[in-house]
């Protein structure tokens, strides 16, 4: 055989071995079930259906509405012409800069060596499931990526319940419930407050009982403040000094910042965990490298804070406040049982009130009762079961972040600082969140 038919042979073998491939004996076990992320996937069908012309309210991805702060977009400009890689952990300009925000925020002494830089927060999130050998700890409801994330390593999975009735927060007795049926045993607990998908959020005494209960069992914390400065009150209270040889913090710039798809996100690490720090380190250098040049830069600017950025989340703050209480008012009064948010832009009402309605539209769970808004009202929002509630509960989480965030925070700028947002600034600027809301009330109460 010549040089040629050798090589077309060989091509024509490899092709048949490569038929030979199959998702059930080469797919990894772990991630056939996992699927799209749920609020990916909302987003993906909601702009498909704009795209064929509907009306649709996209109240299921949580994306900030608001524009990033014009210094930071200032800094990024000036940064656009950075090319080079950076060191795995970050620039040290902004790991300077994070530093020096964490001691601002949490009186605690922090050295640049233990923060770590990655490409959004939820990477670094999976980066540290992968490279901590232990089992996770959830309160239902939370953040869609935890659970996934842990299945795709092959980690072992507790959700620990709440209720409505305790704000879905969860309890330190719970907590203590479950370290106690295997005390020795390696865990993670994640906490996000304010939290995806509630907005409620812990109060000092509750974060002070978690953090007790965590240090005794030697349980890891990471503590996911990514919506800490949109609480309300600006009051956000963070676990970091109460345990602070056990927990890790997680923040970034997608949410307060409006920046989701510069992908940023930060890890800070107590000195005692630095070898988790560098474990992390190690894969992320295998893995991701760095994180975007331009984007550090910029986002020295953002952490570095100061007056101008001072107001604009002052107006992020009492807009998401004004708006999340009226459309909470409005679902009460139709007899949604629904919590109102003190953080972050999310509702998580409870539609089991009409679960004999929706059962005469054969509607038995919560994502046939999405699916069915959505198709038949164009409003989108998520099942609670993607949260880890059960599907029968008709539980649902609504982002309230579709409307022109950047309009809402020109006007809210002309309106003195103490001054609240009424509903006449709502109905100017973020009435298709109202209508959307009044949309999902008509569709509840309408006959089958
Ligand atoms: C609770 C929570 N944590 C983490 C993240 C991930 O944020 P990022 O990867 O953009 O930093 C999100 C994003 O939606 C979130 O809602």
Redesign the pocket.
């Known amino acids: 055989m010549n040089r040629l038919a050798i090589a077309r042979s060989a091509i024509l073998v490899s092709e048949h071995n490569l038929r030979k491939h199959s998702p059930t004996k080469h797919l990894n076990p772990n991630v056939k079930n996992v699927g799209v992320s749920a609020?990916v996937a909302i987003n993906d069908l909601s702009n498909q259906l704009r795209r064929e012309g509907r009306e649709i309210f996209k109240l299921g991805l949580?994306e900030s509405p608001f524009p990033v702060p014009a210094p930071v977009v200032e800094a990024l400009k000036n940064a656009a012409s950075q090319k080079s890689y950076l060191p795995v952990n970050g620039l040290m300009e902004l790991r300077e800069a994070v530093a020096e925000h964490h001691q601002r925020q949490f009186g605690i002494n922090c050295d640049p060596g233990d923060v770590l830089i990655g490409p959004?927060?939820?990477?670094l999130?999976f980066l540290l499931q992968l490279v901590y050998y232990g089992d996770l700890m959830i309160p239902s409801p939370s953040?869609v990526?935890y659970a996934p994330q842990a299945t795709i390593i092959g980690r072992d999975i507790h959700r620990v319940q709440t209720c409505f009735d305790n704000n879905w927060l969860l309890v330190a007795e719970e907590l203590e419930e479950l370290c106690l049926e295997d005390p020795g045993r390696a865990r993670l607990l994640i906490l996000?407050y304010p939290s995806?998908p509630t907005g409620r959020t812990y109060s000092a005494a509750q974060l002070e009982e978690l953090a007790e209960v965590a240090q005794r069992h030697g349980v890891l914390v990471l503590s996911?403040e990514?919506?800490g400065k949109l609480h309300y009150e600006g009051k956000h209270q963070s676990i970091v000094p109460m345990y602070p040889v056990g927990t890790v913090f997680?923040g970034?710039l997608?949410?307060w910042c409006g920046a989701?798809g510069w992908?940023?996100?930060v890890f800070v690490f107590p000195p005692e965990l630095r070898w988790l720090r560098e474990a992390m380190s190690s894969v992320a250098s295998e893995t991701f490298t760095s994180t975007s040049n331009p984007i550090q830069h910029a986002a020295v600017r953002a952490f570095q804070e100061g007056p101008e950025i001072e107001d604009y989340l002052v107006d992020e703050r009492r807009i998401l406040k004004a708006l999340g209480h009226a459309l909470t008012e409005k679902l009460s009064r139709a007899g949604v049982k629904v919590l109102e948010p003190e953080g972050a832009f999310y509702l998580f009402p409870d539609f089991s009130a009409f679960s004999e309605r929706f059962l005469r539209s054969q509607i038995e769970d919560d994502t046939r009762m999405c699916e069915k808004l959505l198709a038949e009202t164009g409003v989108a929002i998520l099942p609670g079961s993607a949260f880890g509630r059960d599907a029968g509960e008709l539980t649902a989480r609504l982002a309230y972040v579709d409307f022109p965030g950047g309009e809402a925070l020109e006007a809210a700028r002309s309106i003195p600082k103490d001054e609240r947002i009424d509903g006449s600034f709502l109905q100017d600027h973020c009435g298709r969140m109202l209508e959307a809301v009044d949309r999902i009330i008509a569709w509840i109460h309408q006959a089958p």
Do not use: H, P, V
Not at 120 to 123: F, H, L, N, R, V
């Open positions: 609020t949580g959004g927060s939820k990477e999130m953040w990526s996000n995806n996911d990514i919506y997680s970034g997608s949410k989701g992908r940023l996100g």
